[in-house]
């Protein structure tokens, strides 16, 4: 029987990387916005009309807020920042009650797309918006041609946790103030009055005329539930067409099916931890082994899904490959392993063979049966925004043939 052995070049080293995630520093470019505007009084804002007829607050904003937790789906357009301060982003989302997002963000010169349902939010983007983005993965080359994994943090905002319609009543229920007065205002030429709630710079504009219904929020810091920081906002809130809502499910639904197939996720920083192992047996079987570790600079959080591709090439006995994948949670390691057999036949007179090989390291953003999942999540939640009936969709000969 002839055995195999690891080429001379691969017995001292590991693997060779097929890729190499190159640092460049970037620095900002493109237009500003001047943050001015988000201070009371900034331009940009209302116009205040003189009057003396303010009303009382409280009838007026909780009628609003009601509304607002009632519907289907809101369109949110205009800006969001870190609490904190710094970089501005334009951004318009159309968020539904159940959570599931599809809109974009513009971040200097680069529009990067958003998708989000179950939870789970992709970005789109040019290898431009990923450069200062600070992520720097093994297949970090490979964003600008898939769809990417991204949190809340990341993004600067999570729309299924703050703008989804009751969630977002329920964080301006949290700054409503116990009393005080709604102040008229001429807002971009609608009629309107002009609510200042809890804290500095928190106030939202609803309708003069009746029903009341929110028109423009700006919040210093719009927490989502059970957090402790948000990120600043200045939002014209809106709420759809029925035909909208039904065409962001439809084009989320078609998302999910045809475009995640090479979705890879940007939430941790991952890395080989020290050498791969690659071990060649008599007969023709070849196996290598590889530990993946967490290496973000900063404290993250989550599941990530790791792969590694590996292939193994002999001149005389050609090329073979092998995939691995396995979950990687936020602070840790786990081991990828994968083997390949050239299945070579016992001999009287043995040879031996130089065996080389490469890995690749890759995330993926989300695996075939999740993806299904939330294709499902989707249909089921389509149905419900839209109060449709899944039996009544079903002809009368599907019915019999059911029954």
């Not at 130089?354 to 999942?373: M, P, Q, V, Y």
Request: net charge negative; proline share 5%; glycine share 10%.
């Amino acid at each position: 029987m002839a055995p195999v052995i690891p080429s001379e070049r691969r017995s001292s080293g590991p693997f060779r990387f097929a890729a190499v995630a190159a640092v460049l520093a970037v620095g900002t470019a493109g237009c500003s916005i001047d943050l001015s505007d988000w201070r009371p009084g900034g331009g940009g804002g209302a116009e205040a009309e003189e009057s003396s007829d303010p009303v009382d607050a409280a009838p007026l904003l909780e009628e609003a807020l009601d509304s607002l937790a009632a519907a289907p789906a809101i369109l949110a357009q205009g800006q969001i920042g870190n609490s904190d301060g710094g970089e501005v982003k334009e951004a318009s989302f159309t968020v539904t009650d159940s959570g599931a997002t599809t809109g974009s963000v513009q971040e200097g010169e680069s529009e990067a797309q958003v998708r989000m349902g179950d939870s789970k939010m992709f970005v789109q983007a040019p290898d431009e918006y990923w450069l200062n983005q600070g992520v720097f993965n093994p297949d970090s080359d490979q964003y600008g041609e898939n769809w990417v994994r991204v949190d809340g943090t990341q993004m600067g905002v999570n729309p299924a946790a703050v703008l989804a319609p009751e969630r977002l009543s329920e964080a301006l229920r949290e700054l409503a103030p116990a009393g005080g007065e709604a102040t008229p205002e001429n807002l971009d030429g609608t009629a309107a009055y002009r609510i200042d709630l809890a804290g500095t710079d928190n106030r939202v504009w609803v309708t003069e005329e009746e029903p009341h219904r929110l028109l423009r929020i700006e919040i210093e810091e719009l927490v989502p539930k059970d957090a402790e920081s948000g990120p600043r906002t200045r939002l014209n809130i809106s709420e759809p067409e029925t035909a909208d809502v039904e065409q962001a499910y439809d084009d989320l639904i078609a998302w999910a099916e045809d475009d995640l197939g090479g979705a890879r996720d940007a939430r941790l920083e991952v890395a080989w931890d020290g050498q791969l192992d690659m071990q060649c047996e008599t007969g023709g079987q070849c196996t290598v082994e590889g530990t993946v570790r967490d290496d973000s600079v900063d404290e993250g959080s989550g599941t990530v899904q790791v792969r590694m591709d590996a292939s193994f090439e002999n001149d005389e006995l050609g090329e073979q490959e092998c995939d691995d994948t396995a979950k990687l949670e936020a602070g840790g390691t786990v081991t990828l392993s994968c083997s390949v057999d050239y299945e070579l036949a016992p001999s009287s007179t043995p040879q031996e063979y130089e065996i080389g090989g490469e890995g690749l390291l890759s995330t993926r953003g989300i695996t075939g049966n999740a993806r299904d999942e939330l294709v499902e999540t989707l249909q089921t939640e389509r149905q419900t925004t839209l109060g449709e009936d899944e039996s009544a969709e079903e002809s009368p000969d599907e019915e019999g043939d059911s029954e």
